[in-house]
C-alpha cells in the first residue's frame, strides 16, 4: 500500500513569505503529526490532528498552524518565514492517536533564504 | 516538559561488532519508548519499541533494554553489518503511543567492512 505522501518534495522562500506543506496519511490513517527536524535541534513535535480536531500542540509560535481534511488529509502553514524555519518537516500518521506505529513520510525540505 | 538526551552522537564499528547506543528521559511519566531509523533521504521508521512495564525486548538483532528507576534506556545492535548504517533515533512518549514523542538529537552509526 501507499506510503506517506508528503508535497512538495523541496521548496525555497524568501523571508517574510508564507508556506503551505500537504501531507496525505497512508489509506485508513486517521491521525496526522507533523515534526520539524533541523540539525541543531534535532526533531520537534510541532502538532498532532485526528479526526479534523488538533489533539497536541508543541512549542512553536503562531506562525505555525495546521489543519485537517475529513479525508485525513493535513497541511501545515507558516507565515512570515523566518530563515531559522529552514529544516525538513516531515509528516507521521497512525490509524489513531492510540497506536504505538507511527509511519513517517520523506519529508518536505523548506529552504528560506 | 520532558527532554531525552542522547549519546553518542556519532558510532563507528566494524561489521560483525556490537552497537549500543544510550538515552536519558527527564520526566518519570514517560511510558512509552520508540527507536527509530533514518536513512539518507527518507523519514524515520520504527524498528522497536518499549513500554515502561517491560525490562527489555528483542527482535532478532535488536534489543531495547529499560531502567525506570536511572530514567534510562538503550538500544544494542548485534552482528553488524552495513545496512544498519543510518542514523538512529530514541524517543520518548507519555501518552504510552506515538502520540506526541520527545525525540532525542540522534547517533550517527557507521558499519565499516
Known amino acids: 500500500k501507499a506510503g506517506v505522501t508528503q508535497t512538495p518534495r523541496y521548496l525555497i522562500k524568501t523571508r517574510g513569505q508564507q508556506v503551505t506543506l500537504s501531507c496525505s496519511p497512508i489509506s485508513g490513517h486517521r491521525s496526522v503529526s507533523w515534526y520539524q527536524q533541523t540539525p541543531g535541534q534535532g526533531l520537534q513535535f510541532l502538532f498532532e490532528y485526528f479526526s479534523e480536531t488538533q489533539r497536541n500542540k508543541g512549542n512553536f509560535p503562531g506562525r505555525f498552524s495546521g489543519r485537517q481534511f475529513s479525508n485525513s488529509r493535513s497541511e501545515m502553514n507558516v507565515s512570515t518565514l523566518e530563515l531559522g524555519d529552514s529544516a525538513l518537516y516531515l509528516c507521521a500518521s497512525s490509524f489513531t492517536p492510540q497506536n504505538t506505529e507511527a509511519f513517517f513520510g520523506q519529508g518536505t525540505r523548506l529552504t528560506v533564504v | 516538559g520532558e527532554n531525552v538526551e542522547q549519546h553518542p552522537s556519532t558510532l563507528s564499528v566494524q561489521e560483525g561488532d556490537s552497537a549500543v547506543i544510550k538515552c536519558t528521559y527527564s520526566?518519570?511519566?514517560?511510558?512509552?519508548f520508540p527507536w527509530y531509523k533514518q536513512e539518507l533521504g527518507k523519514g524515520p521508521q520504527l524498528i522497536i519499541d518499549?513500554?515502561?512495564?517491560?525490562g527489555e525486548k528483542k527482535d532478532q538483532r535488536i534489543a531495547v533494554t529499560l531502567n525506570k528507576t536511572a530514567k534510562h534506556f538503550s538500544l544494542h545492535i548485534t552482528e553488524t553489518q552495513p545496512e544498519d548504517s543510518a542514523v538512529y533515533f530514541c524517543?520518548?512518549?507519555?501518552?504510552?503511543?506515538?502520540?506526541?514523542?520527545?525525540f532525542g538529537t540522534g547517533t550517527r552509526l557507521q558499519v565499516t567492512l
Open positions: 518499549i513500554r515502561s512495564n517491560v
Open positions: 524517543a520518548a512518549s507519555i501518552s504510552g503511543t506515538a502520540s506526541k514523542l520527545t
Open positions: 520526566d518519570s511519566a514517560s511510558n512509552y
